[in-house]
Nanobody, 127 residues
Framework: QVQLVESGGGSVQAGGSLRLSCAAS????????MAWFRQAPGKEREGVAG???????AYVESVKGRFTITKDNADNSLYLQMNSLKPEDTAMYYC?????????????????????WGQGTQVTVSS
C-alpha cells in the first residue's frame, strides 16, 4: 500500500502563488508516472501536470508557463508550484501515483493509470 498526503492548499487572490506538496509513504517501490489532478464542482477531473520517473514532465495546456511539477526522490515527495493563479484554477487538487505499469493508455492524464490517490487539498482563487 502507498499513502499519499497532500498539503499546501488555501485561498489566494488572482495572480498569487501556492505550492502544493504530496508526501508518499508505505510501499512506494517503483513509480512510473506521478501527477496532480484537479476537480472543480460540476466538472470532470482533469490532469494538471505529470512527471515520469526519468524526470520528464507534461502539463495541461491551460497551466503551461504558470505551474511547475517537481519531485524529490530522496524524501518521496511531489510538488506543484502554482504561479499567476486564476479563478478558474479553483478546485480540489489530488496527488496520484502509478506504482504498477499501466498499459491501457499512453496518456499521462488518464485517471485509471494511477492506482493510488491522495485525499486532496482545496485551492481557491478569488478575483
Amino acid at each position: 500500500q502507498v499513502q499519499l498526503v497532500e498539503s499546501g492548499g488555501g485561498s489566494v487572490q488572482a495572480g498569487g502563488s501556492l505550492r502544493l506538496s504530496c508526501a508518499a509513504s508505505g510501499r512506494t517501490g517503483s513509480r512510473y508516472w506521478m501527477a496532480w489532478f484537479r476537480q472543480a464542482p460540476g466538472k470532470e477531473r482533469e490532469g494538471v501536470a505529470g512527471i515520469y520517473n526519468d524526470g520528464s514532465t507534461a502539463y495541461v495546456e491551460s497551466v503551461k508557463g504558470r505551474f511547475t511539477i517537481t519531485k524529490d526522490n530522496a524524501d518521496n515527495s511531489l510538488y506543484l508550484q502554482m504561479n499567476s493563479l486564476k479563478p478558474e484554477d479553483t478546485a480540489m487538487y489530488y496527488c496520484a501515483a502509478e506504482t504498477r505499469r499501466y498499459y491501457g493508455s499512453d496518456s499521462w492524464s488518464f485517471g485509471p493509470r494511477y492506482n493510488f490517490w491522495g485525499q486532496g487539498t482545496q485551492v481557491t482563487v478569488s478575483s
